[in-house]
């Protein structure tokens, strides 16, 4: 019994960690701004369906990352991480640069349809980002596999939530006036993440192949 309530421990343990870590990196507050600015170009049943679809899209993806991951980026596709990262900064950095011009995280044109922008950028890299799927490839070693799963899809299941409330949420900011000014903030934040994201990728490449010291 003593054996069974400290593996029971040691789950719940793993499991919150790993829950934390995911939902930081995906980031639900960001959502809000988002699902906010996409409300004039869009009717609630498309950002509803925009919302479950994009957390299906991305639980779909991160799922296949743990299972192959390290087969995709190595064999499949003969990329390193480091290549991906760099790529995905460069998405969030034209999206946060939207924001800090227009006010709006997302600005899709008329021939755009919901189904495209629910898998990118919304569900990748801005749900299953980078950061969210170097996690799922390594936290399986450290947490166990299952463990690793029921967070991703806590996490994904809280960023939802918010997604689906995002509007109640956004009417508020705007009786207090600080919607336009958060969003601007927010992009800010968004294209800081993608540049951080260009450079720690540069920095995995010249540690890689040895051009500087690994620290």
Not at 176 to 189: K, P, Y
Request: charged content about 10%; proline content about 2%.
């Amino acid at each position: 019994m003593l054996i069974l309530d400290t593996l029971f421990t040691f789950k719940t343990a793993f499991f919150l960690s790993s829950f934390v870590t995911f939902l930081a990196l995906i980031n639900p507050i960001q959502k809000i701004f988002v699902i906010n600015s996409l409300q004039g170009q869009m009717t609630d049943n498309e950002l509803r369906y925009l919302s479950i679809k994009s957390s299906i899209t991305a639980f779909i993806i991160l799922i296949i990352f743990q299972i192959f991951g390290n087969i995709i980026f190595g064999y499949v596709f003969r990329i390193q991480l480091y290549s991906f990262r760099v790529m995905c900064g460069f998405v969030l950095v034209y999206s946060g640069w939207i924001a800090l011009q227009k006010g709006v995280l997302l600005n899709i044109g008329k021939d755009v349809s919901v189904k495209d922008i629910s898998s990118v950028p919304l569900a990748i890299p801005m749900i299953a980002g980078p950061g969210t799927i170097t996690a799922t490839v390594t936290f399986p070693a450290q947490y166990g596999s299952l463990v690793t799963v029921c967070a991703i899809f806590a996490a994904l299941g809280v960023n939802l939530i918010v997604m689906l409330y995002a509007k109640n949420i956004g009417r508020v900011l705007i009786k207090l006036n600080v919607m336009s000014a958060l969003v601007r903030i927010i992009g800010l934040i968004i294209a800081t993440i993608g540049v951080q994201m260009i450079f720690d990728g540069g920095i995995e490449f010249l540690k890689m192949h040895g051009l500087i010291k690994l620290m």
